[in-house]
């Protein structure tokens, strides 16, 4: 009697489809994208296992340019999820609303969310005229909506940097002698 090679108990790799996953991030500068890198990187941790996650990132300011926010749109009219982070303010940007107007008609009525992370001096409330005007934006499109009040960091340097600046200000003895060192000057010429 002779045992089958092809036992279907064996522990053979295959690949498995993931489910695709697409995000889209609008943020508006530094400290608007650093909030959005940490749900970003919340949320692959969560979703790489079964999903095939793809992340399209758009500072606002460059979507002033028609063939990047065209390109922008396009994403985020096929995205399965939309992250706008920006500041409080009484309303978004010029831009951000022409980037908007641009996806909202073209959203298929298809399960996908909008996420709102909004920067403010307390992390207890966003300027009610924004979160609106986003909550209505979802409406209009079909998509849920999460808002994400945060406080707003102040603007400190990278405490590497800092390390690196100071660093760089010392003048050690051996840098010191270097400084006052008279050269000679080097004589290149042909008949020296």
Not at 57 to 85: F, T, Y
Not at 116 to 125: D, F, G, Q, R, T
Not at 171 to 179: F, H, Q, S
Request: proline residues 6%; hydrophobic residues 40%; contains cysteine.
């Amino acid at each position: 009697m002779t045992k089958s090679t092809s036992s279907p108990e064996r522990n053979e790799p295959h690949w498995e489809p993931k489910f695709p996953f697409d995000l889209v991030v609008a943020y508006e500068d530094g400290a608007t994208r650093a909030r959005a890198l940490q749900l970003y990187h919340h949320l692959a941790g969560q979703l790489l296992d079964d999903y095939d996650f793809k992340c399209a990132w758009w500072k606002l300011e460059h979507l002033g340019e028609p063939a990047l926010r065209e390109h922008a749109v396009d994403d985020a009219a096929e995205a399965n999820m939309i992250v706008l982070s920006v500041r409080n303010k009484k309303e978004l940007p010029a831009i951000g609303k022409t980037w908007i107007e641009g996806w909202l008609p073209r959203r298929e009525n298809r399960k996908s969310a909008l996420v709102a992370l909004v920067a403010s001096e307390s992390p207890e409330s966003g300027d009610p005229a924004l979160i609106n005007y986003l909550q209505s934006v979802a409406r209009l499109a079909h998509m849920d909506f999460f808002q994400h009040a945060f406080g707003q960091e102040k603007q400190t340097a990278d405490p590497a940097m800092e390390q690196v600046q100071a660093r760089a200000s010392v003048v050690t003895p051996m840098l010191e002698e270097i400084l006052n060192r008279r050269t000679s000057a080097l004589r290149w010429g042909i008949n020296e």
